[in-house]
């Protein structure tokens, strides 16, 4: 496989203090099966779409703290230059490069305005195995108090273009690598986000209902808090799980309106 672009989304997970109750939670909404726990990686557990790897879930290591979030993971052909490039930008290196045996190579790092992600330079795991089918990653989207320091950061660090959704109802912009679109940024408003809640990644799933997915979610804990709506990319909706983390659900099949115009 061609290696993916910096820059480019290249996988996701996250922490979770009950493992066994979010694999019960998102095997039931987003139809994931779960390979077998790797005991000498901190019992990282790979998820599956129709058996294709998508996403993982760990429980927290000893002493690190326990909240529960996603975090998506951008490629990188180099994790100790780009961890350089996210330093003289502005951003913070929250983990060094770690070689995670011949996986390949993590990093962790935030942006000046508080937005937590990490870094992936591929070895043997190479990433998302499938993307945009039902139950993989399909889209991301950079939510932000300080749009300003976001909107310089990432085209700093990993080259992308940005162009300016026209809608007046709110501040977005678009991220590219050449003419394909990679993430998504919103600018979070004091009405829609109390003050509690942190800048992040919000991470998005293929569903073939979108409803349905919400139905589920809710029947097992988790708060819909946002959506479901429908959009001209597709019907979505935003959801709390169980646990605390944030993530949304999107059915692409199901599209409403016209497409905003895109400088």
Known sequence: MAAAPEGTPIWADAMFTDVEGAK?????????????TASEYGDYTEAYA???????????MPGQDAHSQWCLYLASPD??????KIRRSGGTVLMEPMAIGDF?????????????FGL?????HEGF????????????EVFTREPEKSDAFFPAVFGYGTKTVEDERIDFKLFDLGADPVLGRMKMSDEDFPPEVPSYIQVYFTVPDCDAAVATAQKLGGKPVFGPMSSPFGRFAAVVDPQGAAFAVIDVTTTEGEMPNIT
């Open 24 to 36: 019960t939670f998102y095997g039931e909404v987003l139809g994931w099966t779960f390979g077998e």
């Open 50 to 60: 129709d058996g294709k790897a998508v996403a993982a879930v760990v429980p927290p």
């Open 79 to 84: 994790a100790a230059a780009t961890a350089e």
């Open 104 to 116: 390949g190579t993590m990093c962790l790092a935030r942006d000046p305005g508080g937005v937590t």
């Open 120 to 124: 992936w330079q591929p070895g043997t």
């Open 129 to 140: 195995q499938a993307t945009n089918v039902p139950g993989a990653f399909c889209w991301a």
